[in-house]
């Protein structure tokens, strides 16, 4: 079983940056895939960003490649999301999801969530 627990969200103008934390219980965080979904009212969740348990293989979503960054810290349980350059259109709730499912091409959202963090970008 895996906790996790988002922080680091907030209000931001346009342009700026926040660096998102997801601090995981449990001894079995460093075998996880990690991803960070984003939520925006009415809209579907959609993913972010994803690392695998080893931190060698990355994924991002175009909208954000080139300005957000994911990383981890399995010493530390705790993944990571640098948001740089960031648009009015990341308003979201961001969410940390555990235990997910690379197949090669496409990455499925495991098991395990955070309660997520209010990003919003003011124009």
């Known amino acids: 079983q895996v906790q996790l627990v988002e922080s680091g969200g907030g209000l931001v103008q346009a342009g700026g940056s926040l660096r998102l934390s997801c601090a995981a219980s449990g001894r079995t965080f460093s075998k996880y895939n990690m991803d960070w979904f984003r939520q925006a009212p009415g809209k579907e969740r959609e993913i972010v960003a994803a690392?695998?348990?080893?931190?060698?293989?990355?994924y991002y979503a175009e909208s954000v490649k080139g300005r957000f960054t994911i990383s981890r810290d399995n010493a530390k349980n705790t993944v990571y999301l640098q948001m740089d350059s960031l648009k009015p259109e990341d308003t979201a709730v961001y969410l940390c999801?555990?235990?997910?499912?690379?197949?090669?091409?496409?990455?499925?959202?495991?098991?395990?969530w955070g309660q997520g963090t209010q990003v919003t970008v003011s124009s």
């Open positions: 999801n555990g235990g997910s499912v690379n197949d090669g091409s496409t990455w499925s959202p495991g098991d395990y």
């Open positions: 690392i695998s348990w080893s931190g060698d293989s990355t």
